[in-house]
């Protein structure tokens, strides 16, 4: 038998609706509800049969069937506005990008990144907040490049068993149904090599569109590789550490590869999360090669130009490889850049400990002039959390910013609220999307509009629900009475409570259940009853995630329970976009301050819901006291079993007390008033704020652009401002040693007498030895003082100085100007300073008085 080549031949379209193919090939038809309704209005059941994929229904519809479509005036006049549409969009002229006055190409690396259930290549949260990274990305039309790896399994399908134990079953996608293209050179697909080990591994590279801008993906399943390096691509998250570095390097060195050999030239690298590091010792060597640059010169190239964003509050969350393991994959890797192998390891460590594993998160912090977390407290938990790799910097001043994560508005908004912000906001509405003023419009709202739209989604939510829970009852061979009772589970009249997310212990999924006989009482309740969604994926090595789902699913078959608690299994964006769309209110109660952000309830507010949370992540900042709830306070110093007994206390009484309550409360008999208040302010506060549009905005303007400034001024002429940073660098660490400060004093004497906008003038003396005093900052660093320690404190320079008498002393001096009474302490300090140092404290070098 000759072995056989397969390929692929999909029937041609009628000409009358050739522009369905070349929707379905961009993913801005996901955001687009008119475009997803002209898919689905082909065949309504063959669109839910193949996962809402319109290439695959494409595929799938016979010729006949489209033949008719095609003769139907309506759709084809539906059909063509669309396509104005899409074509408006691509070719738009006036956009946020043409407004600014530097154009820049931004490259973006992510692990995952999750646009739609029809392209199952994300696992949750991070995945998600990619592709609404992209999303925004390509609305507000920046040059933007996208990389990630394509995984032939994807992540996995979720099943639940009758004892309701999670399994895992493995996806295979095949490529043809998804809208990926080879990347191709005339007639030659482009690959990409990288060494892992002793062997070259070759990638093909993919290309998605994603509206204007495009998503590279790398995939080693192809005849070059041995067996077991086509595995490399085959599944998110999967295998063990030797399988995670072999994909973070393919992610990262081979992302950077990628982007060479497509002639993309980026001016700034992002890195989401620390999977893809390596990028940066990827592109130093490409410098030192090509550009004959020394290592530490292209370090401050590569750094100036590098972001990272980190989404992990906890060291045990963050990727980290032995010694052993990075000898063996990087071991030839100092060669080439000129240094030894403790000098390249040292990158992945807060200090140089050969006893410490290499850490992936402070590899990029080592290797970027810009960082963030993904809200305001995780950026405080940050700065805390890595402050050992800015040793002897105080914690406030480490250099970790925040930039607040946010949703794609359109993409997670139903179409019903799409239409009623049409005709009471105004058919522009998309365009003042990050117009808190604007957002002000949804008083005008009537109440029974604003309610009856929710209301229909809740509807639709039930029906779906009970059909995905038959199917899932059916599949584990559950009895015929068993299959009719799901037609009674869940009522569009109740009080309707959500709770969807990864089943990671942190998270406390089963936190509802700490009390069974309140949680009974507000099920059964025949006046004002409650019911609950929970839905969610734990981690396949997971176990005590799966007990976890276990515990829910069981209380979800209980006699007393199961008609108004259910767990719906294969949580992945379509579950999502149905429970964020219905359910009234969201619940959250993560171990505070575990959740660096959470997006999921941000997809509330625009479909009407309220979020009922603790004060973590991004509600901290979005929960003003009259557009949800909080759950618990915030217990200094307790345990967390203490927490946990103080949370779930909390979480009843404001359920009985003021949730259920307000929810039924109807003055006219017809609609709950005061709820429909708080749902108006829950739309007016939180969308114009938490959208993707607003936070690409912010790392554009705060972090995008900067960055790119800094790197265009080292590059120049030669790449002569980063061989004189890095000469002064050298020199300065050289003599920093010598610096010390003496003779502090202050004017008046007795400070104990000044009033609010006096001024304490201070001096002192400094030896510089040969560090130029231009090149120093002398600063007092002040905070109201309890005697012993300093509390918000910040710093004055002390911008006067004088050549003494000595060489190498100075006397500097300036003032702290009071502006609030109370007592206050400072201290003395030199930092480094230079043109071209993009932190503070981009040295580590501090000198205390």
């Known amino acids: 038998m000759h072995p056989i080549k397969s390929f692929n031949v999909s029937p041609r379209l009628p000409v009358e609706i050739e522009p369905l193919d070349e929707l379905a090939g961009n993913l801005w038809w996901t955001w687009e509800p008119d475009a997803r309704k002209l898919f689905r209005d082909l065949d309504p059941a063959l669109w839910d049969r193949t996962n809402h994929n319109p290439i695959r229904m494409l595929q799938l519809c016979k010729q006949a069937r489209l033949l008719e479509v095609a003769a139907d005036d309506d759709y084809l006049r539906g059909m063509k506005n669309v396509y104005s549409k899409f074509k408006a969009y691509m070719t738009r002229k006036e956009t946020y990008r043409r407004s600014r006055q530097n154009s820049i190409c931004i490259a973006y690396f992510s692990a995952e990144f999750g646009f739609h259930e029809s392209v199952p290549n994300y696992s949750g949260g991070l995945g998600i907040l990619s592709g609404d990274h992209c999303k925004s990305a390509s609305d507000l039309d920046l040059d933007f490049h996208a990389v990630t790896l394509l995984y032939r399994h994807g992540y996995f399908k979720q099943q639940i068993n009758k004892e309701g134990w999670q399994e895992a079953v493995s996806l295979n996608q095949n490529f043809h149904h998804l809208p990926v293209q080879e990347v191709r050179h005339g007639d030659q697909p482009v690959t990409i090599t990288v060494d892992i080990l002793d062997r070259k591994v070759t ?422 006291g009259k557009n949800g709830w909080p759950i618990g306070p915030e217990i200094q110093g307790g345990s967390v079993q203490f927490q946990t007994e103080v949370d779930t206390d909390s979480l009843f009484n404001i359920l009985e007390n003021q949730i259920v309550p307000l929810y039924y409360a109807k003055p006219d008999g017809r609609l709950p008033l005061a709820w429909i208040q708080l749902m108006r302010e829950s739309i007016r506060s939180v969308t114009p704020v938490f959208n993707t549009h607003r936070m690409v905005k912010e790392y554009n303007e705060r972090l995008y652009e900067p960055a790119a400034i800094s790197f265009r001024t080292l590059s120049a002429n030669g790449f002569k401002a980063a061989i004189e940073l890095a000469d002064w660098k050298h020199k300065t660490r050289t003599d920093w040693g010598q610096i010390r400060i003496q003779d502090v004093d202050v004017s008046p004497p007795d400070s104990t007498k000044l009033f609010v906008g006096e001024k304490l003038t201070v001096s002192a003396s400094v030896f510089l030895g040969p560090v130029d005093p231009s090149h120093v900052r002398v600063q007092a660093y002040v905070g109201t003082t309890d005697n012993s320690t300093l509390h918000n404190p910040y710093a004055v320079d002390l911008p006067r100085f004088e050549k003494k008498g000595d060489p190498g002393w100075f006397r500097f001096s300036g003032d702290i100007v009071t502006s609030d009474s109370g007592s206050y302490g400072f201290n003395l300090r030199v930092i480094p300073t230079h043109p071209h140092l993009i932190q503070d404290h981009e040295l580590r070098l501090i000198t205390w008085a």
């Open 203 to 624: 990638a093909k590279v993919w290309e998605l569109q994603i509206g204007r801008i495009k998503l590279l993906l790398l995939d080693t399943d192809i005849q070059q590789n041995s067996p077991e390096d086509r595995l490399i691509t085959e599944q998110l998250y999967g295998g063990d550490f030797e399988m995670r570095i072999r994909q973070e390097i393919l992610l990262g060195v081979g992302g950077v590869r990628a982007l060479h050999a497509l002639g993309i030239k980026p001016d700034v690298y992002h890195m989401n999360e620390g999977h893809s590091a390596f990028l940066s010792i990827e592109r130093i060597r490409q410098y030192i090669q090509g550009d004959r640059l020394n290592y530490y010169t292209a370090l401050q190239v590569v750094a100036s130009s590098n972001i990272f964003t980190t989404h992990t509050p906890v060291p045990a969350g963050n990727d980290a490889f032995s010694r052993e393991i990075m000898g063996r994959y990087f071991g030839k890797y100092p060669r080439d850049l000129g240094i030894t192998f403790d000098e390249l390891f040292s990158l992945g460590q807060p200090i140089v400990n050969q006893d410490n594993s290499f850490s992936m998160t402070i590899l990029a912090l080592r290797t970027s002039r810009q960082a963030n977390g993904v809200s305001k407290l995780h950026g405080e938990v940050s700065r805390g959390l890595w402050r050992d790799v800015w040793s002897g910097v105080p914690e406030p001043e480490v250099p970790i910013t925040s930039i607040t994560n946010g949703v794609h508005t359109k993409t997670w908004t139903a179409p019903e609220f799409h239409r009623m912000y049409e005709k009471y906001l105004g058919p522009d509405w998309e365009e003042h999307l990050t117009d808190g003023e604007y957002w002000r419009r949804v008083i005008d709202i009537p109440d029974d509009v604003l309610w009856n739209t929710h209301h229909l989604l809740k509807v639709r939510l039930i029906e779906f629900l009970r059909e995905r829970i038959r199917v899932q009852r059916a599949r584990i061979g559950e009895s015929p009475e068993q299959l009719r009772k799901v037609n009674t589970l869940l009522d569009p009249e109740v009080l309707t409570i959500g709770f969807a997310r990864r089943f990671a212990t942190y998270k406390r999924g089963s936190l509802l259940f700490s009390n069974k006989e309140r949680l009974l009482k507000l099920i059964q309740n025949r006046e004002r009853p409650v019911q609950f969604i929970f839905a969610g994926k734990a981690h396949p090595k997971d176990e005590p995630g799966k007990a976890l789902i276990q515990e829910v699913y069981r209380a979800s078959r209980d006699a007393g329970l199961e008609h108004g608690l259910l767990f719906v299994e294969d949580y992945d964006t379509y579950i999502g976009r149905r429970l964020y769309q219905g359910v009234d209110v969201w619940l959250n109660n993560p171990l505070r301050p575990l959740e660096a952000s959470g997006t999921s309830g941000m997809k509330l507010p625009p479909n009407g819901g309220l979020n009922f949370s603790v004060l973590d992540g991004w509600w901290c900042e979005g929960y003003n």
